[in-house]
């Protein structure tokens, strides 16, 4: 196997987590950041570490439903993340919108404007269930890498 | 040329380049872990610093439009191979007397802040106001650690420069006449004069680090990581790895200074011996602090690192001057 080759399996093993507020109610966020981010939870046995630059990030996880006011500066931050990277949608309202949906200042759902790679439904979701998201962005970011389990 | 080739092979090999990343990386994983521990969780492997450079290593490098491009290149740069030089300076004793025999406390004083100085340079270069604001506080850090550590190794250079007595004027600033001194008459971390200048040396160790309860410049939560916040990539990876070297650097010169001692003849048990010291150093001074205590403000920080350490240093220093 290649260097290259290698370097990018143990890559997969660093997820580092960065945080989007796309307008959420908060439920999501609390549920995310301090919830299944504590030690409780010990994200980090995957080898995350949450990260408060969009620069070191490889999983972004997104919380709300994509207002109209947030809209600009979420793809702003979007883009300042270096690739490869991984797009998580945390909560009902960055899937379909929820109970936001057809809102007058909602643009949501936030796969019209980025490819979202992992959903995890909830209102907000189980942090057990955050947590499976990012093994699953794990697999994903494999796949995206060329490169299968 | 010999002599040339050795330095390199010093820097690229042992004590610096390979050995110190290697023992650097794995304080780094036992301190996570022993931290998750702490903490009553599983915590990452002990390869994790491993995989997050190497992951740093495959992803994208981005540089702001509006950063100057040389300086915010040349910051990771500048600092790694200050630290890899320095590295070659530290005495692994019973092992390695340091670089040409020559280990000199006062280069090494020189070499230290160069990483502190490389992320003054590289956060202000990235023209991001969190950089600015990052860089004015690591200045302002850097200041007050580096007063009890001067005195710190003044007082350690004046205790063995007149017990040397004839063969030196005043004090002793040879590494390798510091550590062969203690090997013959007792390590200097039992010398009660010394005391108080090692508990100085175990406080400046978590400012040098940038550990909380000092990690001001980096605060993640309000700073944003500071003068890191725009680097990504291999540059990221680059200060990883000279952070790691730092790591050697600052526990090999603390048990250089205090507790150099040596338990057999043959070298491999005092290499293993060197490396239990260093893991215990960073445990207690580094690991412990850091899972029990928040972060300090900046002006909070200054106060404490200007009057305690340095309390302790001088107390050490009259003792010795009075000696």
Redesign the interface.
Known sequence: MSL?K???K?????P?LFRINAGSCNGCDVELATTACI??Y?V????C?????P??A?VVLITGPLTTKVRDRVLRVWH?I???KITVAVGICPISGGVFREGYSIEGPIDRYLPVDVNVPGCPPRPQAILEGVVLARSIWLKK?GLEE | MTDTLLAILHMAIFPGGIFALALGFFCKGLD?RVE?RL???????LI?P???T??L??????IPKTACRTAFLFAPVFGFTGMAVCAAFIPVPGVYSGLFNMGDLLVIFYLLPIPAMALMLGGSASSSPFGALGFSREMLLMLAYETPLLMVLLSVAMLVGKNLGAESSGAEFSLLKIVAWQQENGSLGINPAMIPALLAYLIFLPGTMGVAPFDIAEA??E???GP??????PL?ALFTVTSAFKTFVVLGLGIALFFPGTISSWWPVNLVWFVLKCLALMLLALTLVKSATGRFRIDQAFRFYVTIPVALALCSLVLVWMM
């Open positions: 290259d290698t370097l990018k143990l890559s997969v093993r660093s580092w030690p409780r010990d980090e046995r995957f080898g570490r949450y990260c408060g630059s620069r070191h490889d300042e270096p690739n490869p890498l | 996570r998750a903490q009553r969780r599983v915590g990452p492997p994790q491993w995989l997050d190497a992951k290593l495959t992803k994208e490098t981005m993640e939560t700073l944003l990581e890191l916040l725009e680097y990504g990539g990221l």
